[in-house]
């Protein structure tokens, strides 16, 4: 037995299960790796739409609408907004998860977040790929 | 003790006696460093462009929409708050881009020495200001 100076901290959970459950966080080092793996493909991503934009400053719909029919650029435009949606909203998951301490208001928040980041991406990708099949 | 993560609070005075661990000082008490401050930074220009990310969804799908809705979004992005929102959307995209590279570098193992640290934390300002700036005269070279 531990002498009695030690805190007494009983812990009724095996080491199989801590290990099963994947801890406190409960996924492992899924959403670390993601946000990196995202991160990564975000450095050319984003340095090639920025580029891209400046072709369209004052360009008329049509030029614009034509830049984006491209099978290369829908490609990338589509990359972008996969990997930026998902970047953002496990950015933003981070930050509710961090501040918003009562659970039925984080619970909430991260419904609505996730919400409004799904809407979001997919009115992108529609809007991508109209320009691509119909200009 | 009702939830069992407060086992992790539970230390004990030089006395023996069981007491719940301090919690750290917080933001406000520390003095702010460059270490710190581009940290904060960090995830606010990450919200920042997150809510930025509307006015790009709104112009892709103007552009897809119509002639007159293409219009209307260029419009606003060409106003004085529209023109406002992307100097800050620029910034806080060259900010995000120069850090978020210090962080992926902090991840593979290197620049950890406080030294290294503190210049990567001055050459981000560094960059993020150059770049910006380098984005607007663009901008108004390309207009």
């Known amino acids: 037995m531990a002498d009695s100076k030690t805190p007494q901290v009983v812990i009724m959970r095996s080491m199989l299960g801590r290990a099963r459950g994947l801890g406190a966080a409960k996924s492992g080092t899924q959403h670390w790796k993601s946000q990196r793996v995202t991160a990564i493909a975000l450095i050319p991503l984003s ?41 953002m909203y496990l950015g933003v998951q981070v930050v509710i998860e961090d501040y918003v301490h009562a659970e039925r208001p984080r619970v909430a928040w991260l419904l609505a977040a996730k919400g409004a980041t799904a809407l979001l991406a997919l009115a992108a990708v529609v809007a991508v790929l109209k320009l691509a099949f119909t200009g | ?43 606010a220009t990450g919200m920042a462009l997150a809510a930025g990310t509307v006015l790009m969804v709104w112009w892709l799908a103007a552009a897809a929409a119509s002639d007159a809705a293409y219009a209307t979004a260029t419009w606003f992005i060409g106003s004085w708050i529209g023109m406002l929102m992307l100097v800050g959307w620029t910034a806080a995209l060259w900010y995000h881009f120069c850090n978020g590279i210090r962080h992926l570098a902090w991840d593979f193992g290197y620049g950890f020495e406080l030294p290294t640290a503190h210049a990567s934390g001055w050459a981000v300002v560094a960059g993020t200001v150059v770049l910006t700036v380098l984005t607007w005269i663009l901008v108004f070279v390309a207009r």
Do not use: E
């Open chain 1, 47 to 87: 340095l090639w739409f920025v580029v891209s934009i400046f072709g369209l400053i004052g360009a008329p719909r049509a030029a614009v609408a034509a830049w984006a029919a491209g099978p290369v650029t829908a490609t990338l435009l589509l990359a972008t907004i996969v990997a930026l949606f998902q970047h």
């Open chain 2, 1 to 43: 003790m009702a939830d069992v993560r407060d086992a992790l609070m539970v230390g004990r005075t030089s006395d023996g006696k069981l007491v719940r661990r301090p919690l750290s000082p917080h933001l406000q008490i520390y003095k702010p460093q460059i270490v710190t401050v581009t940290s904060v930074v960090h995830r």
